[in-house]
């Protein structure tokens, strides 16, 4: 069976355009989107994600406004730099890169952005919103990822799709989202008992448990669509998806190549959201 290669960087530039388009008309009426990311302590991956957030914005003509804070930041200190943020004016976003070091607690600086700028979508309310199919910033890797399915003209309506994960992040609202668009969900997770079972009745299948190659062809149903959220990497240090890529994707009617899949789309959708935030000044 000849496998779909689901894009995520092409589908990612060809949403980037329209999105380049939108920060030029706000900044020709005097709106230049901003975006403010908060960086604690010297994780590597961390310093990379951010580098590329900065890029994205540079490319996209959003401004872009990095604080560094050394790992032994207090909360009390950090939460101060939100509140700031939460009034400047020329902030539409506010990111706080994760994860953050064990002395500060990650809801109380997820609740302190203003979710008027919470372009994560990860505060209470912007949660709350979604699960009520309610107009919010919607959680990045998620929507990336719904985004990937339409490009990919990927049925979700009617079909079973099975989510492998349930981190507040990326797998439970992966399945709220696809069961407003009409799918049937099924959860799956590390107490999930015959869990092979369950995922080869998966139409659609999107794996986010950060263990290297470990969903394998056993687990696949002939003819499904399976989405790679992991990002690891293997015994030859090559980054690597949680979805054995060589062994799975014979199998499959179209699949997310890491890296190149999933990755590029949640950058782009924290832009998107950073641009919705700022559009809210034309009202």
């Given at each position: 069976?000849?496998?779909?290669?689901?894009?995520?960087?092409?589908?990612?530039?060809?949403?980037?355009?329209?999105?380049?388009?939108?920060?030029?008309?706000?900044?020709?009426?005097?709106?230049?989107?901003?975006?403010?990311?908060?960086?604690?302590?010297?994780?590597?991956?961390?310093?990379?994600?951010?580098?590329?957030?900065?890029?994205?914005?540079?490319?996209?003509?959003?401004?872009?406004?990095?604080?560094?804070?050394?790992?032994?930041?207090?909360?009390?200190?950090?939460?101060?730099?939100?509140?700031?943020?939460?009034?400047?004016?020329?902030?539409?976003?506010?990111?706080?890169?994760?994860?953050?070091?064990?002395?500060?607690?990650?809801?109380?600086?997820?609740?302190?952005?203003?979710?008027?700028?919470?372009?994560?979508?990860?505060?209470?309310?912007?949660?709350?919103?979604?699960?009520?199919?309610?107009?919010?910033?919607?959680?990045?890797?998620?929507?990336?990822?719904?985004?990937?399915?339409?490009?990919?003209?990927?049925?979700?309506?009617?079909?079973?799709?099975?989510?492998?994960?349930?981190?507040?992040?990326?797998?439970?609202?992966?399945?709220?989202?696809?069961?407003?668009?009409?799918?049937?969900?099924?959860?799956?997770?590390?107490?999930?008992?015959?869990?092979?079972?369950?995922?080869?009745?998966?139409?659609?299948?999107?794996?986010?448990?950060?263990?290297?190659?470990?969903?394998?062809?056993?687990?696949?149903?002939?003819?499904?669509?399976?989405?790679?959220?992991?990002?690891?990497?293997?015994?030859?240090?090559?980054?690597?998806?949680?979805?054995?890529?060589?062994?799975?994707?014979?199998?499959?009617?179209?699949?997310?190549?890491?890296?190149?899949?999933?990755?590029?789309?949640?950058?782009?959708?924290?832009?998107?959201?950073?641009?919705q935030s700022a559009k809210t000044k034309l009202a």
């Open positions: 069976m000849s496998s779909q290669l689901i894009n995520g960087k092409e589908i990612s530039n060809t949403i980037r355009t329209g999105i380049q388009k939108e920060v030029q008309d706000l900044i020709a009426k005097g709106i230049t989107p901003g975006l403010a990311v908060i960086l604690v302590g010297e994780d590597p991956a961390s310093h990379t994600y951010v580098a590329n957030k900065e890029k994205a914005c540079k490319e996209l003509g959003i401004y872009s406004k990095l604080i560094k804070l050394p790992e032994d930041t207090t909360e009390e200190d950090l939460l101060a730099q939100i509140k700031q943020l939460n009034e400047a004016s020329e902030i539409d976003g506010i990111l706080v890169q994760l994860p953050l070091p064990k002395q500060i607690n990650e809801q109380k600086v997820i609740e302190t952005i203003s979710p008027l700028k919470d372009v994560d979508g990860f505060h209470p309310n912007s949660v709350g919103k979604m699960l009520l199919g309610q107009e919010t910033f919607l959680p990045c890797t998620p929507h990336g990822i719904m985004k990937l399915l339409e490009y990919s003209n990927i049925e979700v309506a009617g079909k079973h799709a099975v989510v492998i994960g349930r981190s507040h992040i990326v797998g439970v609202p992966m399945g709220q989202l696809l069961l407003q668009h009409d799918a049937t969900v099924t959860y799956c997770h590390s107490k999930t008992k015959n869990l092979q079972e369950m995922t080869k009745q998966a139409d659609i299948l999107v794996v986010a448990i950060g263990r290297a190659k470990m969903i394998t062809a056993d687990y696949i149903k002939e003819g499904a669509a399976v989405i790679d959220v992991g990002m690891n990497r293997d015994e030859n240090n090559h980054l690597c998806g949680d979805v054995d890529f060589d062994s799975v994707v014979e199998k499959t009617s179209a699949i997310t190549p890491v890296p190149g899949g999933v990755g590029p789309m949640t950058i782009t959708m924290l832009m998107y959201n950073t641009v």
